[in-house]
């Protein structure tokens, strides 16, 4: 394959290119060159352009938006969570509304979700929750790139294993060989016993997938650790091995000084979901001792019903505003590290940094272009900044994903909007319905 643009190639022309790369390059103005699914070349705009051209003046290009952590099937249950207490939120709330919904409402609730995400800027999602043979199906028609784990939990462990490696086989788990790959998603520490922890740590390393759990999201989880004999959830996922590089740890809010060093030192990857901890625990996680002791922290939105949108523009300034708080010190997470958390620390995050999150000559070409003009977003003298504390994902005008475009002047070019939230909306109405 040449690595010189040829005609077949595609240039986004912008006002900027951020292109995240370990410098922090930008080009302003600035073009990115497509060719298929791969990025030819970054920088400023071709003197004598030979290729067909797309211009997106008046936006600024960057990496689509990594999400390291998302259900969206729970497109379906936004608003219907509200103000629950400390404790009560997931057997209490989410559970009876969970008991409702068959394979398909999820799949139809995953496409809606999916419809949020990408048109918010989001190109690459890591989504897990329960029917994910079901799910993955929307995930896949949507366009995403995406890392899928089916949840596995102590009471049903043995169909659960059965399901996740029904996907491991189908999509298998490799993100260079596919658009959509599987992961291993163990549920949390206290809904997953020793056995099948063991038993998801061999399975990883046989198959190469990467694990995700939910840790340390409520104080009933580290009770229910501590009755088990480990000081924390950190260091109970450590005696298995599952404190390490190729696992994804969300939440991480209930740890202990010692634990979240641990998490640190063993260079995990964390599901950073501020918007989610504040709104469900009143709590902010330990991120800045995390990043410090040598986490790779990537943000998540987590689900609608806990944030209670998919936008991590929102999600961004939320994470910004709420480390300066929970470390009382407006210093804390630096704008340049808070979008770096949202693209190229998030597909570190999930093992991909060789394929997205920044733009560079020879990755895949996923693009998106944020507009720059507005009251709300002039004047534009801090691209990063602007980014973080000023854009909404409502201001994303264009995505691509592998060179395909997903999103075009705001709007979906492949997906039946109308068609997909009608569908979704049937199936929240019939929820609300029947709790009413
Ligand atoms: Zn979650």
Redesign the pocket.
Known sequence: MSSSPSSAATVLLADQVLTMDQQGTIHAPGAVTIEGAIIRAVGPPPERPSNRIIDLRGSVLLPGLVNA?T?TPMWIFRGLTEDVPRGEWLNGRLLPLERRLDADDLRRGALAGCLELLQNGVTTIAD?YGHMDAVATAVEASGLRAVVGHSLFDRTAESDLAHAERLIDRLGTDPGRSRVWAGLAPHATDTCGPNLLRRVRRLADRTGARVFI?LAQSEAEVATVVARGAPGCASYLDAFGLLAPDVVA??AIYLSHEEADLVGRRGTAVAH?PS?NAKLEGRVAPIARMRRAGAVVGLGT??AC?NNGMDLFAEMKVAGLLNKVGTADPAEFPTLDILRAATSEAARALGIDHLVGTLEPGKRADVIAVRTRGAHLMPWHDAVANLVYAARGSDVVATYVDGQPLLREGQPVDLDAERILADAAQVARGLADARA
Request: hydrophobic share 20%; proline share 0%; glycine share 0%.
């Open positions: 952590h259900h897990r939910h969300a939440h979901c989610s987590d689900a806990c």
